[in-house]
């Protein structure tokens, strides 16, 4: 039997970062489709006056990124979803690059996209995509969560945030413990404090 997975990520993410690596070691060892969908750091966090100036400053510019993945879904096609994300996300989380403009330049260069997708960062043309999509996320698994969600078969959760990402039989063995917990009804929320940062290799 085929798994199902429905994966809300936002490109800037570096937590959703680690997850969607884990769920690539997954595709080699496992039997399962993923759908790669976008949700998007800004929206969750609108509304919340108590964050710092400088996370305030990273939200505003994390909605270029999000904002592009969108625009080239809609004009060329989800197929492109996935590898827009990997190559945007190369870039921001193991390259480190911190110029967001340069980030979609070369991602949409990378993937062979048209450069003028870059425009639709600086418009609100495709925020209600955004929106609805972060909608149905939060729909699925509440308010209280982060990026990324991902729904097993049908049974959506915040995380599993990892680091550095499992890779190999050990990978599936961890997704095969996601499936299992999605699978019973009363599943609701796991949780421990962080105390490592994100490992990219």
């Not at 270029?64 to 870039?91: Q, S």
């Not at 450069?115 to 995509?129: E, F, K, Q, S």
């Amino acid at each position: 039997m085929t798994d199902k997975v429905e994966f809300w990520f936002d490109p800037a993410c570096p937590w959703a970062w680690m997850t969607s690596r884990w769920m690539l070691e997954v595709e080699k060892v496992r039997d399962v489709e993923v759908d790669w969908r976008i949700m998007s750091l800004a929206v969750l966090n609108e509304g919340r006056d108590e964050l710092p100036e400088d996370y305030r400053t990273f939200l505003q510019k994390a909605w270029g990124p999000v904002r592009v993945v969108v625009a080239a879904r809609e004009e060329h096609g989800p197929e492109h979803v996935k590898a827009l994300y990997d190559a945007m996300g190369t870039r921001l989380h193991p390259g480190g690059q911190k110029d967001f403009g340069v980030v979609i330049a070369e991602s949409l260069a990378e993937v062979g996209l048209p450069a003028g997708l870059a425009a639709a960062a600086d418009t609100d043309r495709w925020d209600d995509l955004v929106r609805a999509s972060q909608k149905e996320a939060q729909d699925r698994v509440g308010d209280d969560v982060g990026t990324p969600v991902i729904a097993v078969n049908g049974t959506a959760f915040f995380g599993p945030v990892m680091s550095p990402a499992p890779t190999g039989e050990e990978a599936g063995r961890i997704f095969d413990g996601a499936v299992l917990l999605a699978g019973y009804p009363g599943f609701f929320e796991l949780k421990r404090s962080r105390t490592a940062e994100p490992v990219f290799d």
